[in-house]
């Protein structure tokens, strides 16, 4: 899911700073977006354990940091300058997608697949 926000936030912020509609990027959009749908479509029918929650939501903020603060993230040429403002909305984006799947999987709130019924 989050990388599926991100990749539609990040086309969409390239052609507004551009001020060019690039078609990739909106194939891109497209098919990203359809992903991160997916993702929250199906998010309250996953079940995880609060262990296997925390040891990906550190992975997760880890990639983070190694990302924004050692230089390995992906570039979208011509926003270099944004980098730092990049980074940060990335680690909002990564608290957002963390809290909508503890909201939807791991509160006792999520939906339950019965396929077979007594």
Known sequence: MKYGLWAVGMNIFLMIDTQTIIWTGVILMISHGFMAFQAMVYAPFYRFRIGHFMIAAVWVLHNDVIDYLFGQMPIYMGLERFLPYIGYA?????????????????????????????
């Open 90 to 118: 990335t680690f909002w984006l990564t608290i957002f997608v963390l809290t909508y799947v503890y909201q939807k999987s791991l509160k006792e709130n999520h939906f339950k697949l019965e396929l077979f019924q007594d």
